[in-house]
């Protein structure tokens, strides 16, 4: 482990609340295999706002025809899915190396559910805000304007897209095995579950998609209810942080079969 | 939670069995709690699934938790009639060492090495 990891592993124990566990190999590991991750996936979620982006661009200077406009789009979703899957499997195969290491393993007799990992609120808030981007891209295709109503259907499916990656990360989140050797280091591993589920619901892409695909063409109506819903998720998504208790609090709590 | 140590001379499914076992009897894990599936603990604990699948036998055989076919093994609400059974087979333990005079230090001392021999430490 370099020094820098070791010093990013220390703090972010620090800021969980866990100052005085040790900075072992496997956290640093998997910290490391994170932070990868985190950026990958970041990138892929910037390529796929990029390529909508484009399919949009395309569609408007009727250079291509919309039906193969929708196909390449659809095309390059699905590689984007395959890329975040790849990512998700990749962190998992991090993780099982780093734990084929340990000379004694740690797991827990209830492996921590969806409710642990990401809990009620953030599922709720979740749906909320695919449901929401769901509902704008429907609104847009009862819009006459064709430009708009290609817009919304190039929406729909990025849409669908980041939903499908979404639920592929979070599968894979659930089933994952656990890597630990002791109680902290099983702490550890659902902390890590419950961030990385957060990261995975993060609402940036959804609110971000609409707003840079049809603000300017759709009406004004649809425009408020876009800035609308990203000010209310805000809202939302502030209050949720403010009383969900911390990812160590839960991951104590999950320690406790009953 | 669950522990099992690749360096140790007791062999992980006797630790795993006996770390469940206990956990069933202290009631941490509840009548009717749904353990993990074999499969799922073996990837946790980096064992093989063999082992595992074995230390849940063991515990069915001795009546802590039942299987119920693909639902999965569950925490047996028999294992309170063991516990009640081997209260029953103290009681009659007591009752011959009442009959023999012999002291409770020698009666704990054959109780222990009673023990011991029959379940390896964990």
């Known amino acids: ?258 | 939670m669950i522990v099992i140590d690749a360096a140790s001379a007791v062999p992980p499914f006797e630790q795993l069995r006996v770390q469940l076992a206990r956990q069933i009897q202290d009631h941490t894990l509840p009548v009717g709690f749904r353990l993990p599936t074999i499969r799922s603990l073996a990837t946790d604990l980096g064992l093989a699934a063999n082992t595992v699948a074995r230390a849940y036998r063991e515990l069915e055989e001795a009546g802590l938790i039942e299987t119920r076919g693909r639902a999965g093994s569950f925490v047996s609400a028999a294992g309170e009639a063991s516990r009640e059974r081997a209260r029953h087979a103290a009681a009659d333990y007591a009752a011959v060492i009442a009959s023999l005079g012999l002291d409770l230090d020698e009666a704990l001392a054959i109780a222990r090495a009673a023990l011991t021999a029959t379940r390896p430490a964990s």
């Open chain 1, 1 to 258: 482990m370099t020094s820098s990891d070791e010093r990013s592993a220390r703090a972010w124990l620090d800021g969980k609340g866990l100052p005085d566990a040790p900075v072992t190999d496997l956290l640093g590991a998997r910290l490391a295999a994170r932070r990868q991750a985190r950026i990958a996936d970041a990138l892929v979620l910037a390529a796929l706002i990029i390529v909508a982006s484009l399919a949009q661009a395309a569609s408007l200077n009727d250079s291509w025809s919309h039906r193969l406009v929708l196909l390449v789009l659809a095309a390059a979703t699905a590689g984007l899915l395959v890329a975040r899957l790849l990512i998700a499997r990749r962190l998992a195969a991090a993780d099982r190396r780093a734990g084929a290491t340990l000379p004694r393993r740690a797991a827990h007799a209830v492996k921590p559910g969806w409710r642990v990992v990401l809990g009620p609120a953030h599922a709720a808030f979740g749906l909320a805000t695919l449901g929401v981007a769901v509902a704008l891209g429907l609104s847009a295709l009862t819009v006459s304007d064709p430009l708009v109503r290609q817009g919304a259907v190039i929406l729909l499916v990025a849409v669908l897209g980041v939903a499908a990656g979404t639920a592929v990360q979070l599968r894979q989140l659930l089933t994952s095995p656990v890597v630990a050797e002791d109680e902290t280091s099983l702490t550890v591993d659902v902390i890590m579950r419950i961030e990385d589920a957060r990261e995975s619901t993060s609402p940036s892409v959804l609110w971000t998609l609409p707003v840079v695909l049809l603000c300017g063409f759709a009406p004004v109506w649809w425009n408020v209810a876009a800035f609308g819903a990203v000010v209310l998720g805000v809202a939302a998504l502030a209050l949720i942080h403010a009383r969900t208790p911390a990812s160590l609090a839960t991951a104590r709590q999950a320690m406790i079969v009953r």
